[in-house]
């Protein structure tokens, strides 16, 4: 099984576990199975809004085995960075909701809500409800030259109903008002992953994701393996024309793949499928799982674009057959 080669999983959340208030199915079952046979869980989200005590309740109701032990988020490794940077005590302007406030006074800091009480720093996260007036605050104290640490830098997240703006479409509110560059905490930059590593003492960790952007590429910044499973927001055209920093090690349609041997891909050639390059464009020929025939494709692209990335137009003609 792929998850033989592994002592931890760092899964995401949103598109990888559950869709809003939904599991992407099959998922609960999967880590389930995976922790009875051995693999420690740690739970790795972009997303500050809540505290781990509440996300761990949300996976439990959903199937998922968790425990707040088990959550990391990028509030944690915000709170932290901002810890090793200012003293003890300090006041910062939480421009969030009550995870990241809780992962500030965790860390011995004092969260507050305007710049008149004269903060040292602003951290930054989503949370539902984020008002004008408190990224006026933030963006005030900023200016007032308060250090600007943001959760994570996501221009969107996936959702039950689509595709809506993240973390990082409200940060540019106060970089915008500020000229203020934020220092970021979340995937794909290192904090995050140091804080599952110390956190979860990990010595083989696979990554999990559905995002190139944060997930994988967050993976290659900390070299460690990678998964991409296509339950979020990635697509089998992203990871055709995907950069090295953003190609993973592992594609699979569902976290199901975790529980699965993993095929041979070599040359171009994975299950019944055979990708070839004629022309200038990609083909695939045989037959099989479509995931399968994306692993195939990948391979003979990726390949072919060493450490660019192709065009679209090369790869298209795949996509009716692994799209």
């Not at 003492?201 to 290659?220: F, K, M, Q």
């Amino acid at each position: 099984m792929l998850i033989d080669g592994y002592d931890t999983l760092l899964l995401d959340l949103d598109g990888v576990v559950y869709l809003g208030s939904q599991p992407v199915p099959g998922a609960p079952a999967a880590l389930e199975e995976a922790q009875r046979r051995g693999v420690r869980l740690a739970y790795v989200t972009n997303n500050a809004s809540r505290t781990p005590a509440a996300i761990a309740a949300h996976l439990r109701e959903l199937g998922a085995p968790a425990t707040a032990a088990d959550v990391v988020t990028s509030a944690q490794a915000a709170a932290r960075l901002v810890a090793e940077r200012v003293p003890p005590g300090s006041n910062v302007l939480v421009v969030g909701g009550s995870g990241l406030r809780l992962a500030v006074r965790d860390r011995g800091l004092r969260p507050v809500s305007t710049a008149a009480e004269s903060p040292v720093a602003v951290v930054q996260g989503i949370a539902p409800g984020l008002s004008y007036g408190l990224l006026a605050e933030g963006a005030l104290a900023v200016r007032q030259g308060a250090l600007f640490v943001a959760s994570n830098g996501d221009s969107t997240m996936p959702t039950q109903r689509g595709v809506i703006p993240g973390n990082g479409a409200m940060v540019r509110v106060i970089a915008a008002a500020t000229g203020v560059e934020p220092v970021y905490a979340g995937k794909p930059d290192p904090p995050l992953h140091r804080e599952s590593m110390i956190r979860t003492g990990a010595r083989r960790p696979l990554v999990v994701g559905d995002r190139l952007d944060t997930d994988i590429e967050g993976a290659s910044n900390a070299g460690v393996e990678s998964l991409l499973v296509l339950t979020g927001v990635a697509t089998a055209l992203d990871v055709l024309t995907a950069d090295p920093r953003h190609r993973p090690t592992y594609v699979g349609e569902d976290l199901g793949v975790l529980l699965q041997d993993y095929p041979e891909v070599r040359d171009g050639a994975c299950g019944g499928w055979q990708a070839r390059w004629t022309d200038g464009v990609l083909r695939l020929d045989g037959h099989g799982s479509r995931i399968d025939g994306l692993r195939a494709a990948c391979d003979a692209a990726w390949a072919m674009a060493g450490q660019g990335r192709l065009e679209e137009d090369a790869v298209k003609p795949v996509l009716d057959r692994v799209g």
